[in-house]
């Protein structure tokens, strides 16, 4: 069992930044894919980026060259750093996670553990 706690969500006028972060719990961090997912009132949750390990990291294109996904297997976390936010992405994030580094899962349904959410909200 893997849990997945996130902090650093808030409220910041678009252009600026804040960055995520999950804390996982468990001894086989280095075997786990984490991922971050976001959910706006009213739509789907969709993929924002996954990181497999350190070196590797996939994004939406709609983040791509604004976010920066990374993690540390020393201390079981992983961050995502939001820069030039736009109102468009005011959402929930979740921080999850899913075993196997080999592939990447960009589906909801590909992960089996998730956080509880941190809200992020960007004003024009």
């Known amino acids: 069992q893997v849990q997945l706690v996130e902090s650093g969500g808030g409220s910041v006028q678009a252009g600026g930044s804040l960055r995520l972060s999950c804390a996982a719990s468990g001894r086989t961090f280095t075997s786990y894919c984490m991922g971050w997912f976001r959910q706006a009132p009213g739509k789907e949750r969709e993929f924002v980026a996954a990181i497999p390990w350190t070196t590797k990291t996939y994004y939406a294109d709609s983040v791509k060259d604004r976010f920066t996904i990374s993690r540390d297997n020393a201390r079981n976390t992983v961050s995502l750093q939001m820069n030039n936010l736009k109102p468009e992405d005011t959402a929930v994030y979740y921080c999850?996670?899913?075993?196997?580094?080999?592939?990447?899962?960009?589906?909801?349904?590909?992960?089996?553990?998730w956080g509880q959410g941190t809200q992020v909200t960007v004003s024009s």
């Open positions: 999850a996670s899913h075993w196997g580094v080999s592939r990447v899962g960009r589906d909801e349904q590909d992960y089996q553990y």
